[in-house]
DNA sequence: CTGTGTGCAAACTCTTTGCATAAGT
DNA sequence: ACTTATGCAAAGAGTTTGCACACAG
């Protein structure tokens, strides 16, 4: 169950916010616990507020958000690149890539097995390559459309 | 020279909207000139707006939202998935990818031979693949990196 | 204690919308 | 003429920031 923080999650969160030079404070743990306690994630501000609140930890969302921001740049965290308004952060680190379900907005992480793999093209001059997003968009088939 | 609309080129694409079912306006055909009428762009509002302000052609920036909404939506353009506030949208409607210059925020087309090609996942239960976005990021070699 | 973190509200950026005017067919 | 597009300014969404108070070490 997730909204229940074990001792030893308390205590790799702690350990990954110390790693990370961030002071494990109330709220900082807590966002941790629920970022951190199950498997990947990926959310937006609003969600993780909307869930932190629903889990009767008072946070305000301008913390979520300074809260994510700081995770992302101590590499905890890991923005998703997805059109439109809404940022995306992925729990997730390594380097894998996303199915996108067009319909309702969720992401999903693909199977580090089923990876799709790519012959790279090469970058120009004096560049190189950082990092390869892929985005895999899905849409529901037609479940009217027998054929 | 770009800024110079040839009368093919407002041929083309007073035909681009008029298959869209939209008329033909000053700038409509105006964004479109400048759209359409050099090679691929990677365009935001913002710059769009610039440009056609600087090629004298009074236009607001609401229009040129609209307008590339409208586009987008006919199928002339294409929204890129990039994080970050800015939407960027792509003259080239075809099956391609990019390369993102993160230093500057450019988006460059990958050369279709260069292509990447990738063995895709299969997708989940009633899912299938709208389309597939890669995104190769790239940053400059460190130059006082000799080695 | 001393300094960093948090909450709140206000500021900011990007994008969309409502309504009166202008332009297209 | 009749309808659709445009411009402007205001509204909206998402995100960031400044400052006083609270908490961690």
Request: net charge negative; proline share 0%.
């Given at each position: 169950m997730r909204f229940m923080s074990s001792a030893a999650d308390q205590d790799r969160v702690a350990g990954m916010l110390k790693g990370a030079g961030l002071r494990p404070t109330r709220q900082r743990m807590a966002l941790g616990a629920l970022l951190f306690g199950g498997g990947d994630r990926h959310l937006?501000?609003?969600?993780l507020h909307l869930e932190a609140i629903q889990s009767r930890i008072p946070v305000s969302?301008?913390?979520?958000?300074?809260?994510?921001?700081?995770?992302?740049?101590?590499?905890l965290l890991r923005e998703v690149a997805i059109e439109g308004s809404k940022t995306y952060f992925d729990t997730n680190i390594s380097?894998?890539?996303?199915?996108?379900?067009?319909?309702?907005?969720?992401?999903?992480?693909?199977?580090?097995?089923?990876v799709s793999l790519l012959s790279l093209p090469k970058p120009p001059d004096g560049m190189?390559?950082?990092?390869?997003?892929?985005?895999?968009?899905?849409?529901?088939?037609?479940p009217n459309e027998t054929r």
């Open positions: 937006t501000a609003e969600m969302l301008a913390t979520v958000y300074n809260t994510l921001r700081q995770f992302t740049e101590a590499g380097d894998h890539h996303h199915f996108y379900f067009e319909r309702d907005g969720v992401l999903m992480d693909i199977e580090h097995d089923g190189e390559i950082s990092r390869v997003d892929v985005l895999v968009r899905l849409v529901a088939k037609n």
